[in-house]
């Protein structure tokens, strides 16, 4: 049998250290694990180990959004505390940019993702010129995803998980003016001249084929409106993962302030 758990034996915790050896401890009911792998005692059926294959996806996405270290160090948490505020704070006013002037093109940002959306272009080139024009949004748009989904599984990074989403949100915004202006091209591009002049954009061609140029201001409004959600969204994960790490950082502290 692994001795290994991944939930408490006693209170169902997740996920639980590491490095198991003695004296590690749940910490949430503080079970010694060592001294119950001596003496093990009755378990709860959601209290589950490594080797008895019986956690549900639900536990273990929830074990995966949720992580956070047994001891936080501070400089770490209140380094990530100012992060998340700034960044917050720079997410809402993206949020309050005009669409249809597409005010985000002149933004920071907006060169960050510029070069994932060039490369997407020429990634997705091998699958047809429809693929080949949504590839650049497809690239800006899965450069967040893989960047949270990596930092989760191969760092247990929740927090910076929570920020690949929130810059996933970011991106929608991005890419929701140059919808909106499929129907009627304003925008300066890349050629320094608007899509009507230029011989058009991504979503001039893509809305054209698709039949839904008549549409396209209704989709970009939308999508800034899914991009605001997913902001938000983040945001809240982001907010409720510092939380735990601060309850983690008062527990810390409090047992170096305990007299011994």
């Known amino acids: 049998m692994n001795s290994h758990f991944e939930f408490c034996p006693k209170c169902g915790h997740f996920p639980m250290p590491k490095n198991q050896s003695f004296p590690c401890e749940c910490p949430r009911c503080g079970l010694i694990l060592a001294k119950y792998r001596a003496n093990p005692l009755p378990r709860p059926d959601k209290a589950k180990t490594v080797d008895d294959g019986q956690i549900s996806f639900r536990e273990r996405l929830a074990g995966w959004l949720f992580n956070v270290p047994d001891s936080v160090n501070p400089f770490v948490f209140w380094g990530r505390f100012i992060a998340f505020v700034l960044l917050s704070i720079w997410g809402w006013r993206m949020v309050g940019m005009d669409v249809a002037t597409g005010e985000l093109g002149g933004s920071f940002v907006h060169t960050i993702f510029l070069p994932f959306h060039e490369a997407g ?18 690239g800006q748009l899965l450069m967040p995803i893989v960047l949270m989904v990596a930092l989760i599984r191969q760092n247990g990074d929740s927090f910076g998980a929570s ?50 140029l008549q549409n396209s201001q209704h989709i970009g409004l939308a999508t800034k409106a899914i991009g605001t959600l997913a902001i938000l969204l983040g945001n809240v994960w982001g907010a409720y993962v510092l939380f735990l790490h601060y309850k983690n950082l008062s527990a810390t502290s409090q047992s170096k302030a305990a007299p011994s």
């Open 121 to 138: 272009h020429l990634i997705f080139r091998p699958f047809g010129e429809f693929i080949t024009y949504l590839g650049g949004t497809l």
């Open 163 to 212: 920020l690949g989403f929130w810059l996933f949100g970011v991106s929608l915004l991005d890419v929701a003016p140059y919808m909106y202006d499929a129907l009627n091209p304003q925008l300066i591009l890349l050629g320094g001249a608007t899509g009507a002049e230029g011989g058009g954009h991504d979503w001039m061609y893509l809305f054209g084929v698709l039949g839904k």
